[in-house]
């Protein structure tokens, strides 16, 4: 820290940190995390999105391989992909029988891939929780607490079938992931302890992930997702492009609230 830093953080300090101030602190603490790409979810511009589709595709990174929607839910993100002009194959996740069902109508419009299972740490037939009112509902997650600590919500318990992505490729004889996308309210992890070996072997070129308050339940930190993914650079999307996150610090990642995390292979 500089001696101009020092100097106006011990005045800032000095003028402003009193206790009828907090307010305007914490209002201040908001609106930096939005310039910062968290809480950012209105849409896909202001998400990021739409600037990541546009870094892929400029890149050449949407030549060739495939890409796996892990959490598609109804099918946003792959219709996204496809109105976007990727046409790269897309197979799309989605265990809840509810969602998938529309996932299944949007897919044979879009021409894209829908699989009925989720993925995990291993294959193995397990439930996901939603809300009674509002089933196939995209907050549906792993996690019980998900919606009844959380979303204050009654909670419906619905069996579904688990596999992985290591065994998802080698089932469907993949050869490279241009992306693997994972949106799964809080299991995020355990979909990339589920591709260990695809890891290791490099054959995923990309990753996205949302991190938020969900990572709560999952008792997950960022730091955990770093640690499984070496030889990967990490950025957070912005309106106008990708921001790298640079070196590891506690105060700058470790935010449970929404945000697109890009991991790029070196």
Do not use: C
């Amino acid at each position: 820290m500089n001696v101009l830093t020092d100097t106006l953080r011990k005045v800032y300090v000095f003028i402003f940190a009193r206790k009828a101030l907090y307010s305007f602190n914490l209002l201040l603490y908001k609106l930096s995390m939005r310039g910062l790409g968290i809480m950012n979810h209105e849409n896909d511009d202001i998400s990021g999105e739409n600037a990541f589709v546009k870094y892929m595709l400029s890149t050449g990174r949407f030549n060739s391989g495939v890409i796996l929607d892990v959490g598609a839910n109804i099918g946003g993100y792959s219709v996204m992909l496809r109105n976007k002009k990727v046409s790269l194959p897309i197979y799309a996740f989605e265990p809840h029988p509810v969602a998938f069902n529309k996932l299944e109508e949007a897919a044979s419009v879009h021409h894209f891939i829908p699989v009925q299972k989720g993925a995990g740490e291993t294959a193995l037939t397990t439930y996901i929780y939603d809300y009674v009112e509002n089933k196939g509902s995209e907050h549906a997650s792993m996690y019980k607490e998900v919606i009844a600590d959380f979303r204050k919500s009654e909670v419906e318990e619905i069996p579904i079938d688990l596999t992985t992505i290591d065994e998802f490729i080698e089932d469907n004889r993949l050869s490279r992931i241009a992306l693997l996308k994972i949106d799964t309210e809080g299991n995020e992890l355990n979909v990339l302890k589920g591709a260990r070996k695809a890891i290791e072997e490099g054959r995923i070129s990309v990753i996205q992930i949302e991190f938020n308050e969900m990572n709560v339940i999952s008792r997950t930190f960022f730091k955990d997702i770093i640690d499984i993914l070496p030889g990967y650079d990490f950025y957070r999307l912005l309106p106008d492009g990708l921001k790298a996150l640079g070196e590891y610090n506690v105060a700058a990642f470790e935010i449970f609230a929404f945000q697109n995390i890009v991991a790029i292979k070196h």
